[in-house]
């Protein structure tokens, strides 16, 4: 098996995470692996922020998980049923902005992408990984313009996704594969 196959193959969805920090040359690697994400007609409808500032990202974390709890009691209570949150201790988080707009359905796609190349990048380094939009919690609340602001967000641009990165406190497994969910018609 290839070298990419393997990284499919082994990454996991990561909730929990040590402190320890990326390093560069590793979040180098994994943002010029997402830039080179193919686009819809090249549009490359996105701004990828690299945060390593704990502070802000706990910032981030609280105000999203308020507004969870204000906008959909059910996914903050099956949270706090799991004693989960946002970003799992998680000491980096990939912010992927979209220009407004881009929430169609091709700018959806191009986000995908872009978020998906930076875990499988992120797995063939070693890295844990996890997508997670619940993120988007922050950015629909009265802190929404401040975040964007500390985060350089260019303007015209909103939250899309976020990946977050670093060590697995423990080994996690893949999601089972289901044969059943493919069709061949010949």
Known sequence: MNETLRAIEERFSCRAFTDEQPTDVQLEA???????????????????????DKALIDNIEAEGMKNLEADNQEMFQRMQERRARIFYNAPC??????????????????LGIVAQTAVIAATSLGLASLHCGLAGFAFT???????????????GYEFGLSVLLGQAKE??????????KVTYIK
């Open 93 to 110: 988080v990939i912010i992927i902005a979209i220009k407004k707009g881009e929430s169609s359905s091709d700018g959806l796609v191009d």
């Open 171 to 180: 080994q996690g497994t893949p999601h089972p594969v289901d044969m059943s």
């Open 30 to 52: 994994i943002t010029l692996a997402a830039l080179q994400s193919p686009s819809g007609m090249n549009r490359q409808g996105w701004q990828i922020i690299v945060v390593r």
């Open 141 to 155: 609340g009265d802190k929404a313009a401040e975040f964007k602001q500390q985060l350089g967000f260019p303007e």
